[in-house]
C-alpha cells in the first residue's frame, strides 16, 4: 500500500497521522501514525500505540507496531499461531533499538514477526517483514 493508503485505512480505525521523514542516502522513510495521542501532532507526549512505516522507493517496506497493553499482545501471538510461524531466533539485543529486554523473531514462508519486549513495564512492539527483505537485512546487519 502506499502511505496514503494507509493513512485512509488508519484514520478509520482511529489512527491519526503524525509525521513523514523522506528516505535518505543512508536512512529508510518514516512515516508515523499514533492511537489516542495525548497531544495531536506532538510525538513527545505519547500514546496509546504506535504504528511506524519504513519505506524506500525501490525496497520491501517494514512495519513496526509499538503498543502498550497485553491485550495486544494476545492477539499477537494468535496470529502467530494462525500463519503457522516458527520462531527462528530470540535475544535480547538489536541494533539501534534501545530499551530492549529481549525479542523473538518468528516465520513462515512469507513473512518474519520481530516481537520485542522493552525495559518499560507493558511496553511492546512487532517489526514485521517480507521474509525476503529480512533476510537481506539481517546479512546487511540493518535490522
Not at 15 to 28: H, K, R, S, V
Not at 38 to 52: I, L, T
Request: glycine share 4%.
Amino acid at each position: 500500500m502506499q502511505q496514503n493508503e494507509i493513512t485512509e485505512k488508519l484514520h478509520k480505525k482511529g489512527w491519526l497521522f503524525m509525521i513523514n521523514n523522506a528516505p535518505t542516502a543512508d536512512f529508510m522513510g518514516k512515516a508515523v501514525w499514533a492511537y489516542n495521542p495525548v497531544e495531536v501532532g506532538n510525538m513527545e507526549k505519547g500514546a496509546e500505540a504506535w504504528c511506524v512505516l519504513y519505506y524506500l522507493p525501490k525496497s520491501s517496506s517494514r512495519i513496526l507496531y509499538n503498543y502498550f497493553n497485553l491485550k495486544a499482545l494476545t492477539r499477537i501471538h494468535k496470529k502467530i499461531k494462525r500463519y503457522k510461524m516458527s520462531r527462528i531466533e530470540t535475544g535480547n539485543e538489536l541494533k539501534g533499538v534501545s530499551s530492549l529486554s529481549s525479542y523473538t523473531d518468528y516465520a513462515n514462508n512469507t513473512f518474519v514477526f520481530s516481537l520485542m519486549t522493552y525495559d518499560t513495564p507493558i511496553r511492546f512492539g512487532i517489526k514485521i517483514f517480507d521474509k525476503e527483505d529480512f533476510m537481506k537485512a539481517k546479512e546487511n546487519n540493518q535490522l
